[in-house]
């Protein structure tokens, strides 16, 4: 389902959800201002960041990953993010969506990647695109506080394949852990993204702040684990399909790059999906250019909700006109709140008023 306008949703049983159209601010207009302008010049004036709790959760023998937790003092439902590529969970659309969300009533876990926002000393390798162990042990673990409720899953970017990928590969398993999912701006094939930013010109400034990242990444560990990560090895290396061929792809047991990208994308497991689903797509970004059979295969998914915009960069979705006073100008953040509120309340009236009838009878 493609929603494009202000649109209403409605779940077999629920009551519909309408969502205001993406209006881009005047003065942003343009792939680069909308992506970049909330990342230097931001302004969170709604709400204020709540309390947090630094949390690490053990993923296995080797690897734990660090949560950045904001509890709310009595049982409620939680909310789980994962940041995009060679970033970490203080990036300010983690924050302003932290914010949002725990105003709402929701628990949050801004949750890094392995080896990101400093942790490479609680992992026992790098992390890659496709890479679903790490927020499963961390569901699990939530699972199993009892001021926890259910479960909901947010990813921007690269997080964003995770959070589907897992959400296919747990339809599969007939597995209802999470109630929903959002996707802010996702990867959904690996090989087409890393292809893109290689090769266009319009994007050549982010493929090496990308690099820069990984290079950083990987040079703390080679300090670390100096026999497994050989300091220097990168030196040639200028593209993100060498960089994945060189380390990713043997250090994260793939084959080799093509290997990596095939098996680790969301793409193949968006049928899958059971899980109800909302994605938020920019018609006019640069880093992720969906194409139009990717477009369609999300479309054709069963549980995902597609909303597209004309305009709106790669997570930007800075709006110019704000129809709620209680919403502030980060457009996306506030949809992918707007959802996972609305999953929530519908799901919850449901099982409340199956309940009911099964106590009739």
Excluded at 34 to 44: C, E, H, K, S, V
Aim: hydrophobic share 40%.
């Amino acid at each position: 389902m493609s929603l494009q306008q202000q649109v209403a949703f409605r779940p077999p049983g629920g009551e519909s959800l309408e969502m205001d159209a993406f209006q881009p601010h005047p003065l942003l207009r343009g792939f680069h201002r909308m992506t970049l302008a909330p990342m230097f010049f931001r302004r969170d004036v709604k709400h204020p960041m709540p309390l947090t709790e630094k949390r690490v959760f053990e993923v296995d023998g080797q690897t734990s990953v660090l949560g950045l937790c904001s509890w709310q003092a009595e049982r409620s439902p939680v909310l789980v993010m994962m940041h995009g590529f060679a970033g970490h969970a203080d990036r300010p659309y983690m924050r302003g969506t932290a914010r949002k969300a725990f105003a709402s009533g929701f628990h949050v876990v801004r949750l890094n990647m392995r080896n990101c926002g400093g942790t490479e000393h609680l992992a026992g390798s790098m992390y890659h695109a496709g890479l679903v162990s790490d927020l499963l042990a961390v569901i699990h673990a939530l699972r199993s506080e009892p001021l926890c409720g259910p479960v909901h899953l947010a990813g921007f970017s690269m997080g964003g394949n995770v959070v589907l990928r897992l959400g296919g590969l747990l339809g599969q398993r007939g597995c209802s852990d999470v109630r929903s999912l959002v996707a802010v701006s996702p990867v959904i094939d690996l090989a087409h993204c890393a292809d893109n930013l290689d090769q266009q010109r319009s994007v050549r400034v982010y493929r090496k702040s990308f690099l820069r990242g990984l290079r950083a990444v990987y040079n703390r560990r080679a300090r670390l684990s100096p026999e497994r990560y050989e300091p220097g090895r990168l030196a040639g290396v200028r593209t993100l399909r060498a960089f994945d061929e060189l380390v990713t792809a043997p250090d994260c047991g793939f084959e080799n790059a093509d290997d990596y990208y095939s098996r680790a994308s969301s793409r193949w497991e968006l049928q899958n999906l059971r899980i109800p689903s909302l994605v938020l797509h920019s018609q006019d970004d640069l880093i992720v250019p969906l194409s139009q059979d990717q477009l369609e295969e999300l479309e054709a998914a069963p549980m995902v909700t597609l909303l597209k915009s004309q305009h709106g960069g790669h997570c930007g979705f800075v709006a110019g006109r704000v129809a709620d006073s209680d919403a502030d100008r980060y457009w996306a953040e506030n949809r992918l709140v707007e959802y996972v509120n609305w999953i929530e309340r519908t799901t919850t009236e449901v099982e409340v008023s199956s309940s009911h009838s099964a106590n009739q009878k």
